[in-house]
C-alpha cells in the first residue's frame, strides 16, 4: 500500500524542518513516548523470560501493522518494517498483521493481480522470521466483522477532520484529477478499524502516519465517552516511531512500485546488482556521506549501511577515492549476502503452496475470531444485541 500501519515506504525519524512549531513539538512528545514504550518492551521481554504474563499485560503488548497487496515488498519494507516486526515479535509482542486487501482500490480502478501479490507478502513475512504461531497474518477481506466496525466509527468523525488528513490529500494529489472516492476519504477510519478491532496497544508508524494514529486514538476515545458512558472499551494506541532514514528509488525519487525503481526482496542477486549498477549517482570520484549536497550518492550508502549494520560515514570512507562504481559493489554486496537466506526461504515456501495458503487460513481464522467478540462488545455497549 502506500502502507495499512506502517509501512510500506520506508519513513523518516527525522524531526520536521523549521517552521511549524505545533508540528515540531507534536513530534517531540511522540519521539518521547516512543522511546517510553520501547523501554517497557524490552522490559516486557525480560519479565516474561522469568514467567508468564497474564492476559491483561499481554494485551498491552499487543501489534497491528500490515501493507497493501499492490505488488512485491522491496528493501525499503525489509529495513523499515519487516525486520521490526521480527524483533518485536522475539520480545513477545503479540502481533497482528493485516493484508490491506480492500484498500488496493482506494487510489485506483482494479484490483491488479491481487491473489499473487497476497501469496507474495505471505513468503515474504514468513521467509523474514514471522512466526503463524506468534503472528497472526489476515486479509482485510476474510474479517467481515472488523469492516461492521466502520459504521460506528463514522459517527465520531467529521468530514473536515477526514478531508485534512495529510494522506487523503497526498494521494487525492496524485490521482491525476480523479475525483475524490468515499473509500480514499475514510481511509483514516479504515486504518481506525484495523487497529482497534483486535485491542492493538501499539502501532509502528513514521512521522507523516502520525495524524492517522491520532484520528484513531480520537475514535477510540470518542467512542468510549459517547457509547460507553466513559469506560473504556477501546484503549488509546500507542505510536512506536520508525528510526529507518528516508530512503529514496535507485532514480534518485521517491521509492515506489509503481515507478520500478525499487529492489525487491524476490529479486536474484544477478537482477539486484543490475538495479544497483543503474543507480544513480554523480560525477565526484571521491565518495562522501553529504545527504544534502550529494542525496543519491548518499542514499546507496545508507542503504549499504542499513544492511551492514555501520554508519553511512563509515561506509564511505572504506570506498573513499573508489568512485561509483566501487560504492556500487558495496552495495551490492551488502544487499546480497543480507538477504541471501531470506531469498532461499522464500524459494523453499514458494515450493509449498499449500503451507502458504494454510497459514493465512489460520491467520484469517484467529482474527475473526478476535473481531466477533470486539464487535459484539460494541453491539452491547450500544444497546444492539437483539
Known amino acids: 500500500m502506500t502502507s495499512t500501519i506502517t509501512s510500506s515506504t520506508t519513513r523518516s525519524a527525522t524531526p520536521p524542518a523549521p517552521g511549524d512549531a505545533d508540528e515540531r513539538a507534536t513530534y517531540a512528545v511522540a519521539l518521547e513516548r516512543s522511546a517510553v514504550l520501547d523501554a517497557l518492551i524490552d522490559e516486557h521481554a525480560t519479565d516474561a523470560a ?20 499492490t505488488g512485491p515488498l522491496h528493501i525499503g519494507h ?38 499473487a501479490n497476497v501469496q507474495g507478502l505471505v513468503l515474504d ?16 477481506s476474510a474479517v467481515p466483522a472488523l469492516n461492521q466496525l466502520m459504521l460506528p466509527f463514522l459517527s465520531l468523525v467529521t468530514d473536515a477532520e477526514l478531508r485534512r488528513n495529510p494522506t487523503v490529500k497526498d494521494e487525492l494529489a496524485l490521482s491525476d ?30 512521522r507523516d502516519q502520525l495524524p492517522h494514529l491520532e484520528q484513531t486514538r480520537a475514535i477510540a476515545r470518542r467512542f468510549n465517552q459517547r457509547y460507553a458512558a466513559g469506560h473504556s472499551v477501546f484503549a488509546e494506541p500507542e505510536a512506536l516511531l520508525s528510526e529507518v532514514p528516508l530512503l529514496l528509488g535507485t532514480d534518485g525519487t521517491k521509492m515506489s512500485k509503481s515507478k520500478g525503481n525499487v529492489i525487491n526482496l524476490r529479486d536474484s542477486a544477478d537482477e539486484t546488482a543490475a538495479r544497483v549498477r543503474a543507480a544513480r549517482t554523480d560525477s565526484e570520484r571521491r565518495i562522501t556521506f553529504d545527504p544534502k549536497g550529494r542525496p543519491a550518492v548518499a542514499n546507496l550508502l545508507t542503504i549499504a549501511g542499513l544492511f551492514l549494520d555501520e554508519a553511512p560515514e563509515a561506509v564511505a570512507e572504506r570506498v573513499g577515492d573508489g568512485g561509483a562504481q566501487a560504492l556500487k ?10 538477504l541471501a537466506g531470506h531469498r532461499a526461504r522464500r524459494a523453499d515456501l514458494a515450493r509449498d503452496p499449500a503451507y502458504v495458503t494454510s497459514v493465512l487460513h489460520e491467520g484469517n481464522a484467529r482474527a475473526n475470531e478476535v473481531a466477533e467478540r470486539t464487535l459484539a462488545t460494541v453491539r452491547a455497549v450500544m444497546g444492539m444485541s437483539y
Do not use: W
Open 50 to 69: 522469568k514467567d508468564a504474563e497474564d492476559a491483561e499485560d499481554a494485551a498491552r503488548f499487543r501489534m497491528l501493522t500490515g501493507d497493501r497487496p
Open 78 to 115: 525489509y529495513l523499515a518494517s519487516l525486520r521490526n516486526r521480527v524483533r518485536l515479535q522475539e520480545k513477545g509482542v503479540e502481533t497482528f498483521v493485516v493484508i490491506a486487501d480492500y484498500q488496493v482500490i482506494t487510489d485506483r480502478d482494479s484490483v491488479g493481480e491481487i491473489g
Open 125 to 140: 513475512y514468513l521467509a523474514a522470521g514471522l512466526d503463524p504461531a506468534r503472528t497472526t497474518i489476515f486479509t482485510h
Open 177 to 206: 484529477g480523479r475525483p475524490l472516492s468515499g473509500l480514499l476519504l475514510t481511509y483514516p477510519v479504515h486504518q481506525a478499524a484495523d487497529i482497534l478491532f483486535c485491542h492493538s496497544r501499539i502501532v509502528p508508524v513514521g
Open 329 to 338: 559493489r558495496v552495495v551490492t554486496d551488502a544487499v546480497n549476502e543480507s
